[in-house]
């Protein structure tokens, strides 16, 4: 059961454009998301989180949103530099409850 | 380098054979997560550990095991492999519960 979706595996913006990533889920009981950036041959990287009490956080060039009632979240970089591109998963926790639930990842592709 | 190692870095096995990945955690991190990301697939969360005891259990075969020792390194032991085990798999350690940096993973193809 697949309780983090992100449903566009890819993404190819223009360098200086808006890049939008979107990612839903289903568990209403999740109240802290995470997005992670990931380079090829590389680990995961925390980019951005954002807790349930919120609704946006910014941090440079990236936003996170949360549409609670929509059981959605978005991450926005402006403006998208080619050194974006990677796959960027968002992941889903209740505060302190040790499980993480990841989506599958969008591969973002900013081109020069 | 978010100073979290993992070893070794790739590894080819047969089916029905036994491997053992390691992990070594930042520097002061009780905590240490292990994930398998299949082909095309999102990470899943496999199971958790804090200063030696298990603390949270995902999607974890049976035929999988892991432990934490006392110098926090964890490893993680599959068994019986099969040819869908093939996958990256991520350690993951926290100082905190809501912040994880990743190792470099472990590739795993079983033949």
């Known amino acids: 059961d697949q309780q983090v979706k992100q449903n566009s595996p890819s993404l190819s913006v223009q360098e200086g454009r808006i890049s939008i990533l979107n990612c839903d889920y289903t568990n209403s009981m999740f109240d802290y998301f995470l997005w992670y950036k990931k380079y090829p041959a590389e680990g995961p990287t925390f980019l951005i989180s954002i807790s349930s009490i919120k609704d946006k956080n910014e941090d440079g060039r990236f936003t996170v949103f949360l549409n609670k009632s929509a059981k959605h979240l978005s991450l926005h970089i402006v403006p998208s530099q080619p050194g974006d591109s990677a796959v960027y998963f968002c992941?889903?926790?209740?505060?302190?409850?040790?499980?993480?639930?990841f989506g599958s990842g969008t591969k973002l592709n900013v081109k020069p | 380098d978010s100073g979290v190692t993992q070893t070794p870095k790739h590894l080819i096995t047969a089916t029905g054979q036994r491997v053992t990945l390691r992990c070594s955690p930042r520097s002061g991190d009780l905590s240490v997560y292990w994930y398998q990301q299949s082909l095309d697939q999102g990470l899943q969360f496999l199971i958790q550990y804090y200063n030696g005891e298990e603390r949270a259990k995902g999607n974890i075969l049976e035929r999988f095991s892991a432990q934490q020792f006392p110098d926090l390194h964890s490893e993680l032991n599959l068994s019986s492999l099969e040819l869908g085990d093939s996958a990256l798999y991520f350690c993951?350690?926290?100082?905190?519960?809501?912040?994880?940096?990743f190792g470099p993973g472990t590739r795993l193809t079983v033949l």
């Open positions: 992941a889903a926790s209740r505060y302190n409850f040790n499980k993480f639930y």
């Open positions: 993951a350690s926290s100082p905190t519960d809501n912040e994880q940096f």
